[in-house]
């Protein structure tokens, strides 16, 4: 015998399941991001999109560039003017910065290369030597 009313009965199975899904959604909340292993650590202040300041100097974000939020949604970079923010962030191979996650702060923890971290060589110019050792 055919139901009478298909809109009734559709709406009724969704409010069942609406709860379901509710309760799948903290698990994905739970999940720690993982960041490329040539992503880095700096400061970002948007300027003036799509300039930028990356621990402090100058820099710019390429066309197309990712901004991801702490709940992982894409942030326009209009949004960040003006604000001083903790990110991980990734170049791409003309040098602009072309992703960008902003970190919470057990993510701001976590130990990652970026500002501070001088260039690593395993040679010395004479002009860094110490001058006491001659």
């Not at 992503?39 to 820099?59: M, Q, Y």
């Amino acid at each position: 015998m055919p139901t009478k009313h298909p809109l009734k009965a559709a709406c009724a199975a969704a409010l069942i399941l609406l709860p379901a899904l509710s309760w799948a959604q903290p698990a994905t909340d739970q999940l720690q991001r993982q960041f490329p292993d040539q992503a880095r650590r700096g400061v970002l202040r948007v300027t003036a999109p799509p300039d930028i300041l990356l621990d402090g100097k100058p820099d710019r974000l390429s066309p197309g560039a990712r901004i991801r939020s702490t709940d992982r949604r894409i942030v326009l970079p209009q949004q960040l003017v003006g604000q001083e923010l903790q990110v991980n962030y990734r170049r791409e191979s003309l040098g602009l910065v072309h992703e960008v996650w902003l970190l919470t702060p057990a993510e701001q923890a976590e130990h990652r290369a970026g500002k501070g971290d001088g260039v690593q060589r395993n040679y010395r110019f004479a002009s860094e030597a110490d001058p006491s050792a001659n």
